[in-house]
């Protein structure tokens, strides 16, 4: 897992460290509601200088696992398997 994406994820989600895994659900596991998802992917885009499509936001609200791959995908990182 990209400490990035995990470091991220704490401090918008206000969640902890050991939570943050690759099959954790934004909604059902770190229990995000819509605003913080929208803040998310805003910060998202800040940390890792893209901009991400509105179709593609829809994929990737599901779990932390989505946006390592999204990411991977982009060429933003070079391994999902961390």
């Known amino acids: 897992m990209d400490p990035r994406i995990?470091?991220?994820?704490?401090e918008?989600?206000?969640v902890d460290e050991m939570e943050v895994?690759?099959?954790a659900s934004f909604v059902e596991?770190?229990?995000a509601d819509s605003?913080?998802?929208v803040e998310y992917?805003?910060?998202?885009?800040?940390?890792f200088h893209?901009?991400?499509?509105?179709e593609d936001i829809s994929v990737l609200m599901r779990s932390i696992g989505?946006?390592?791959?999204?990411?991977?995908?982009?060429?933003?990182l070079q391994d999902a398997k961390n």
Not at 6 to 10: D, E, G, Q, Y
Not at 41 to 47: N, P, Q, R, S, Y
Not at 66 to 76: F, M, P
Request: proline share 2%.
């Open 6 to 10: 995990v470091a991220l994820t704490v």
């Open 12 to 14: 918008q989600l206000g």
């Open 21 to 23: 895994v690759f099959t």
């Open 29 to 31: 596991d770190l229990n």
């Open 35 to 37: 605003l913080d998802l």
């Open 41 to 47: 992917m805003l910060a998202l885009e800040e940390t």
């Open 50 to 54: 893209i901009k991400i499509p509105d």
């Open 66 to 76: 989505d946006i390592q791959n999204y990411l991977v995908e982009k060429g933003v």
